[in-house]
């Protein structure tokens, strides 16, 4: 599967931003889908994902209550609706997919397969 991100942007902190990837070549049927970030000096880390099994949802703490990942099927699209951004938010945005991770490996980057190219955040003050 194809990974696009799109969405991101320069915004305020306090402000929202809405990020976009779109699965050309394969739908995101059967897959997990998840968002993560990687800001300068720092290593990838996970943001939120929808499980590939059930379709629940797993947010990494600091986004909790303030981001949201949701998924259209129909547009074979997966969203990430940020709001309440601080300078820590600032990142660049990847998301990415898998057929065969679980739900304990879900936070770890390496252990999926398929990648977008990743959209930049930055939340200035």
């Known amino acids: 599967v194809q990974l696009q991100a799109s969405g991101g942007g320069l915004v305020q902190t306090g402000g929202s931003l809405k990020l976009s990837c779109l699965a050309s070549?394969?739908?995101?049927?059967?897959?997990?889908v998840g968002w993560f970030r990687q800001a300068p000096g720092k290593e990838r880390e996970f943001v939120a994902a929808?499980?590939?099994?059930?379709?629940?949802?797993i947010y990494a703490d600091n986004v909790k209550g303030r981001f949201t990942i949701s998924m259209d099927n129909a547009k074979n699209t997966v969203f990430l609706q940020m709001s309440s951004l601080n300078g820590g938010d600032t990142a660049v945005y990847y998301c990415a997919a898998d057929a065969r991770i679980i739900n304990s490996s879900i936070r770890r980057p390496e252990q999926w397969d398929f990648w977008g190219q990743g959209t930049q955040v930055t939340v200035s003050s």
């Open positions: 070549g394969r739908t995101f049927r059967g897959h997990a």
């Open positions: 929808i499980t590939r099994t059930h379709g629940g949802t």
